[in-house]
């Protein structure tokens, strides 16, 4: 969830400091409190760690952007607390009281008071509530104890630690080198020597923060060790060997990741929705025909035998997966549950009766997802990984892996992943039930039409914004919104409740429209904003019932329907209209106008869009 950043260059070329800070400025997206470097001074041979509460500008500015601190290898660090609450002591880099030690992580350490309590026994003392603080200690007193490497006193460390991490850690006695693990939390190295001033080995948690010095990425693995020096990089095993990682090219531009003219990363994911949707359909759809060997290299699923699927997901990812069951159950008529993976182990689910388990995943580092993929293959059920990142974990670990071709997301509220993982799921469905017999040639040829039109709707329905702006501004001031809906609808109310949720910190709720009466109708009150999705013809009459009994308790009603359902404004007093498509597609458009009512109600009430309070981009601890 934090930020790592890392710089080993050569004497006389870039300085670290600003490479670092612009670094961790491309890592603001995945949500923190505080920042810090630490770079090695050449000259004096000491390393000095600057840090700073906050947003990364009170970093900068304490460093005057980087030129305060000389020197040409360093680490830094965007902290999102865990353990111990925002402040300058608690944030990373952490040190030995010695400073022989340095370093900053990602993840959580489950088992830190029982190692701090190791340590205290060894008289180490402590300065921070951090579990950071006492890996950085664990490896000082290892290296000092029994070893003289940086690679044996790392990995000595690492098979007492029980947790998700990802390490970045200077020794004194290496000047200009960086040592680098990871367990459950993404690391990549990038290298780069071509002559040029910023020469040197890269470190991140996330591609964007090192793309504009390299391409060429290696995605460390699972318990797995890295040297960095100004001239490279080397890999090691848990027991200190020497292996070797192949690179991966990064395809998409630097400028991707740049906001493009817009105000903020969000409105600029919302306008590349018909990209996303359109490129995710040209991976997949061959000459008419659905070919699901992605060009990952993985093989084709074999739909024709799968009797039941099962989907573990969080958040946006979660609803996405409840829109996909439906349209799977509809079309495919294969029974699809769907769990939240932070609940998926715990239930200690029965397995046997899965054909396959699917996960879903942006990032393809979400930590419970994560653990809900591993559970499924030690239960030796097929995977398969629906991500947005190529060689993320999850994507490696899984037996199967279709990939979204969104690009990169920058913005914390997701909107372009998730409008390509229903595609996908779209692809799923419309796959299963031709290779199962249910549908026939024309039958599968329309709807693969049918989803070929869902990039003009969705830019279609982004013409109509300005409606949906001027709604918002009269409705900033809302405490309460429901979003009700049934069937397919009803999951994008949860979709569209989450994005309220998220980036306007108004209270919002996603109903089934028929659960109304069954307890929540008591909280609707004169003024009461209830948003009603009506997409799906056959359950059209039925939520205007419902609607219509939230509006004698006073609501204010707000329809969402397709083009040619105009009764609906004898209900509702604003009704958004999108192009319909066939209704099992539907949610690609209908999402819109809720993503859009989000951002813009959170731009009313003055609030950052692309960074809401307390939350991350990548979820990598549980």
Sequence with gaps: ?????????????????????????????????????????????????????????????????????????????????????????????????????????????????????????????????????????????????????????????????????????????????????????????????????????????????????????????????????????????????????????????????EKGGFEHFMMKEIHEQPKAIRDTLNAYLKEGQINLASESGSAPLDLSSVRRIGVAACGSAWHAAMAGKYVIEKLARIPVDVDLASEFRYRDPILDEYSLIAVVSQSGETADTLAALRLAKERGIPTLAIVNVVGSTIAREADYVLYTYAGPEIAVATTKAYSAQLIILYLLAVQAAYEKGIINLDRYSALIQSMQQIPNAVERTLDNKERIQWFAAKYSSAQNVYFIGRGLDYAICLEGSLKMKEITYIHSEGYAAGELKHGTISLIEPGTLVVGVLTQEDLYEKTISNLVEVKSRGAYLMGLTTFGHYDLEDSASFVVYVPGLDPLFNASTAIIPLQLMAYYLSLARGLDVDKPRNLAKSVTVE
């Design 1 to 257: 969830m934090c930020g790592i950043v890392g710089f080993a260059g050569k004497q006389g070329g870039e300085q670290a400091a600003p490479i670092l800070l612009g670094g961790l400025k491309k890592l603001e997206y995945r949500g923190y409190d505080s920042a810090g470097i630490a770079v090695r001074d050449d000259v004096s041979g000491e390393t000095r760690i600057v840090k700073a509460k906050g947003r990364l500008a009170m970093l900068v500015s304490k460093t005057d952007e980087g030129r305060a601190v000389p020197g040409f290898c360093g680490i830094g660090h965007t902290r999102w607390a865990t353990h111990g609450e925002p402040s300058e002591l608690n944030a990373h880099p952490h040190t030995s009281e010695d400073g022989n030690v340095i370093g900053v992580h990602n993840g959580i350490i489950e088992n830190y008071q029982e190692l701090k309590a190791k340590l205290m026994r060894h008289n180490y003392t402590f300065y921070s509530e951090t579990d950071t603080e006492v890996a950085i200690k664990l490896i000082d007193y290892y290296y000092k104890k029994y070893l003289h490497t940086p690679v044996d006193a790392i990995n000595h460390a690492l098979v007492r630690i029980r947790g998700s991490y990802a390490l970045a850690v200077m020794f004194k006695d290496y000047p200009g080198e960086i040592y680098a693990a990871r367990k459950d939390s993404p690391m990549i190295i990038g290298v780069t020597q071509n002559g040029s001033k910023d020469d040197g080995t890269y470190l991140a948690s996330d591609v964007p923060a090192i793309l504009s010095h390299t391409r060429e990425v290696y995605y460390l693995g699972e318990l797995q060790l890295a040297r960095l020096t100004a001239d490279g990089a080397t890999f090691y095993n848990l027991d200190g060997d020497e292996i070797s990682i192949e690179p991966t090219t990064i395809e998409w531009e630097a400028d991707a990741a």
